[in-house]
């Protein structure tokens, strides 16, 4: 019979109590290092309905991605060695994070819960990506409110092999860590959940999927893509940081990005502006 705990004994211990208070007090005298919150995969926590349900979500969902999927998506996961067989390891010889490195130095590092956004985006801004290791069980194998590895590894990591979307993401963290108005830091919520989460993108004159929330999900990524009541909006940044989004059910508005270099470049004028309030130089 399946468990309901979510591989809970993977994240728990001491180790993981550990990484989960210096992240909870980021910022605070003693806990300014992002390198605290990693913990190690633990990976002999994997059970096989474990791996099964690996196998089961990334053969449903690639095939329906094959020719929906933005083309940088799918190369990335080709270059990182993203597989059916296994659950991917963050570490070792034939880990993606080996690849990564080699190819933008951004890192997949396993956490023990969800991070406050100061600790989160201080990770982004470090080129380290704060990974959830548990995978949901086979009866919540449609939907899980909360992120599991599947969703973070199958649905962002991908794209974090492409220089152009690598630099993006950093340029992001750096942003966003360094926002210290209300109003900028709502505006990048909006910016992170319409592109990082929910983007689509046109390419070869078709509308193509990259944001995980749309990558990770069978059906809000077939919505995303032919349902008539989708408003799908060409991005304009400005425009993007106005829209409010709910979470709670299939988004009825999407942005279209022409390019990476397009989102690369607006983020990198926005993050100017931010930075400059705070007396701190932008580099791209």
Same mark, same amino acid.
């Given at each position: 019979?399946?468990?309901?705990? *979510?591989?809970?004994?993977?994240?728990?211990?001491?180790? +993981? !109590?550990?990484?989960?208070?210096?992240?909870?007090?980021? #910022?605070?005298? #003693?806990?300014?290092?992002?390198?605290?919150?990693f913990i190690a995969q633990r990976y002999e926590g994997y059970?096989? %309905?474990?791996? %099964?349900?690996?196998?089961?979500?990334?053969?449903? !969902?690639?095939?329906?991605?094959?020719?929906?999927?933005?083309?940088?998506?799918?190369? $990335?996961?080709?270059?990182?060695? *993203?597989?059916?067989?296994?659950?991917? /390891?963050?570490d070792g010889e034939q880990s993606i994070n080996r690849f990564?490195?080699?190819?933008?130095?951004?890192?997949?590092?396993?956490?023990?819960?969800?991070?406050?956004?100061?600790?989160?985006?201080?990770?982004?801004?470090?080129?380290?990506?704060?990974?959830?290791?548990?995978?949901?069980?086979?009866?919540? =194998?449609?939907? *899980?409110?909360?992120?599991?590895?599947?969703?973070?590894?199958?649905?962002?990591?991908?794209? /974090?092999?492409?220089?152009?979307?690598?630099?993006?993401?950093?340029?992001?963290?750096?942003?966003?860590?360094?926002?210290?108005?209300?109003?900028?830091?709502?505006?990048?919520?909006?910016?992170?959940?319409?592109?990082?989460?929910?983007?689509?993108?046109?390419? %070869?004159?078709?509308?193509?999927?990259?944001?995980? #929330? *749309? =990558?990770?999900?069978?059906? %809000?990524?077939? /919505?995303?893509?032919?349902?008539?009541?989708?408003?799908?909006?060409?991005?304009?940044?400005?425009?993007?940081?106005?829209? $409010?989004?709910?979470?709670?059910?299939?988004?009825?508005?999407?942005?279209?990005?022409?390019?990476?270099? !397009?989102?690369?470049?607006?983020?990198?004028?926005?993050? /100017?502006?931010?930075?400059?309030?705070? #007396? !701190? +130089?932008?580099?791209?």
């Amino acid at each position: 019979m399946s468990t309901p705990n *979510l591989n809970l004994a993977m994240i728990d211990g001491p180790e +993981a !109590q550990t990484a989960q208070e210096n992240a909870d007090r980021f #910022g605070q005298p #003693g806990f300014e290092d992002p390198s605290k919150f990693f913990i190690a995969q633990r990976y002999e926590g994997y059970t096989a %309905e474990n791996q %099964e349900v690996w196998q089961t979500l990334y053969d449903r !969902q690639m095939d329906f991605l094959t020719d929906r999927a933005s083309n940088v998506y799918l190369d $990335g996961a080709r270059s990182i060695n *993203l597989v059916r067989d296994h659950i991917p /390891h963050l570490d070792g010889e034939q880990s993606i994070n080996r690849f990564l490195q080699e190819l933008t130095g951004w890192q997949s590092c396993a956490v023990p819960g969800y991070l406050p956004a100061s600790a989160f985006f201080a990770c982004l801004a470090q080129r380290k990506f704060p990974t959830t290791i548990v995978i949901r069980n086979r009866e919540a =194998i449609d939907y *899980l409110p909360e992120p599991d590895i599947f969703h973070d590894v199958f649905g962002h990591v991908p794209l /974090h092999a492409d220089p152009v979307f690598a630099d993006f993401l950093q340029t992001y963290g750096r942003a966003a860590l360094s926002a210290s108005d209300e109003a900028d830091t709502t505006r990048l919520a909006r910016l992170f959940w319409f592109t990082v989460e929910f983007g689509l993108i046109r390419e %070869e004159g078709r509308l193509k999927l990259y944001g995980s #929330g *749309l =990558i990770s999900s069978p059906g %809000e990524s077939k /919505h995303a893509l032919e349902s008539p009541d989708v408003d799908r909006r060409p991005f304009d940044l400005d425009q993007v940081c106005e829209t $409010g989004f709910e979470i709670d059910h299939y988004q009825p508005i999407l942005y279209v990005l022409d390019s990476f270099e !397009q989102l690369r470049d607006a983020m990198n004028e926005y993050a /100017h502006r931010i930075l400059a309030k705070n #007396g !701190q +130089a932008a580099k791209a």
